[in-house]
């Protein structure tokens, strides 16, 4: 029988795919659950008050003609740490074989924590705009 080898940058990359549905999934459940009054992160633009967040998120390969607005956005948006969305699954191994798992109850606090409005030591602050929002100018655009 023939071996075939799995490249561990196609595990990370359906990994990465998969964990980011999970980690919306997730935390629009616990919104409507605990938290039914806040803005939901699927009918938002994200935004910050700092663009060097966005310069290290968006990479060229994934993302060829972004583009950086500045908005008018309302006084009373909360702020929320998207520091928190580091969950998901994990890969685990011994000697003779690979698992994958995930911490559903790890998962469920973060985004509590996130909903609250709770920050990490070190936060990355945003902002759920509601839409439809309306851009002030472009600030930068890549491709």
């Not at 939901?40 to 700092?50: E, K, P, Q």
């Not at 607005?69 to 969950?87: G, K």
Request: net charge negative; with cysteine.
């Amino acid at each position: 029988m023939d071996e075939q080898l799995i490249s561990p940058s196609s595990i990370y990359s359906g990994k990465h795919d998969m964990d980011s549905g999970l980690i919306e999934l997730v935390l629009e459940l616990v919104r409507r659950k605990y938290f039914p009054n806040a803005q939901s992160r699927l009918t938002a633009l994200f935004a910050t008050n700092d663009m060097t967040y966005w310069e290290g998120v968006l990479h060229k390969e994934q993302y060829p003609n972004w583009q950086i607005f500045e908005l008018d956005v309302p006084e009373n948006i909360p702020q929320y740490d998207a520091s928190w969305l580091r969950f998901g699954s994990y890969f685990e191994c011994d000697q003779t074989e690979w698992w994958m798992g995930l911490d559903m109850v790890g998962c469920f606090d973060c985004a509590c924590k996130y909903w609250s409005g709770e920050f990490t030591d070190s936060p990355q602050p945003e902002y759920l705009v509601p839409l439809p929002t309306t851009p002030i100018r472009l600030l930068t655009r890549q491709g």
